[in-house]
């Protein structure tokens, strides 16, 4: 069964990084699709970034594209959510998700589409 574990979040100035982790076990990580997806206060869980099971494809929401980087690294069966620019509208629980996606070309936004989940990392901007 694949399991999630997701760390990083804290709290952050607006205008500050921080670098936000998922460690994967369970299966063989390189087969997966993942995701990361936030959820703030009183607010439905929208997706925020993804990264292609053979990486070099991302996909990005357009309110983080050019201030949010997904990466993946394979030996350390971990996805990455590098933020920088962080802006208080960031602040919520960021989720990773993971789908088997071994030899697909589709790379999948929707909360739907992935069954497995991480329990989640608070990330709060101040302003």
């Known amino acids: 069964q694949v399991q999630l574990v997701e760390s990083g979040g804290g709290l952050v100035q607006a205008g500050g990084s921080l670098r936000l982790s998922c460690a994967f076990s369970?299966?063989?990580?390189?087969?997966?699709?993942m995701g990361w997806f936030r959820q703030a206060p009183g607010k439905e869980r929208e997706f925020v970034a993804a990264?292609?099971?053979?990486?070099?494809?991302?996909y990005y929401a357009e309110s983080v594209k050019g201030r949010f980087t997904i990466s993946r690294d394979d030996v350390r069966n971990t996805v990455y959510l590098q933020m920088n620019s962080l802006k208080p509208e960031d602040t919520a629980v960021y989720y990773c998700?993971?789908?088997?996606?071994?030899?697909?070309?589709?790379?999948?936004?929707?909360?739907?589409?992935?069954?497995?989940w991480g329990q989640g990392t608070q990330v709060t901007v101040s302003s």
């Open positions: 998700a993971a789908r088997y996606s071994s030899g697909s070309s589709y790379l999948n936004t929707g909360q739907t589409e992935y069954p497995y």
């Open positions: 990264i292609r099971w053979s990486g070099g494809s991302t």
């Open positions: 369970g299966r063989t990580f390189s087969n997966y699709a």
